[in-house]
């Protein structure tokens, strides 16, 4: 699990990398993670989430958003299409494996 983030002034980009390897553990419940500030008032935060796949042949890929509330200092991530996203768990959208990526970044003004 890696973490990454620039801020400039209030606006605070970032980066979050996971790739487990073949002894993670993958927990339960829908998947969060910590921000390094918190999000100002009156404005949510979207970024974007990608999800690979590396059980196949050739990689399969999903894409998602990330959500923070305003005056938020998690984000939580979601994968799949308009009428199917849902949170990103230990068993959606994949079971995951050494070998898979989340991928996650955005931007967003901090308090």
């Known amino acids: 699990l890696v973490g990454r983030y620039s801020k400039v002034g209030k606006m605070v980009d970032f980066a ?40 196949g042949v050739v990689s399969d890929y999903s894409n998602g958003v990330t959500y923070v509330p305003d005056g938020g200092t998690t984000l939580q991530v979601y994968a799949g299409g308009k009428a199917d996203m849902a949170a990103i768990t230990a068993a959606f959208p994949q079971t995951w494996a050494d070998g898979d990526r989340l991928g996650v970044t955005g931007r967003y003004e901090a308090v």
């Open 16 to 55: 979050v990398q996971l790739s487990p390897g073949s002894t993670t553990t993958f927990g339960s419940g829908q998947w969060s993670f910590s921000l390094p500030f918190t999000v100002a008032s009156n404005i949510d935060m979207i970024g974007n989430v990608m999800v690979g796949d590396a059980s």
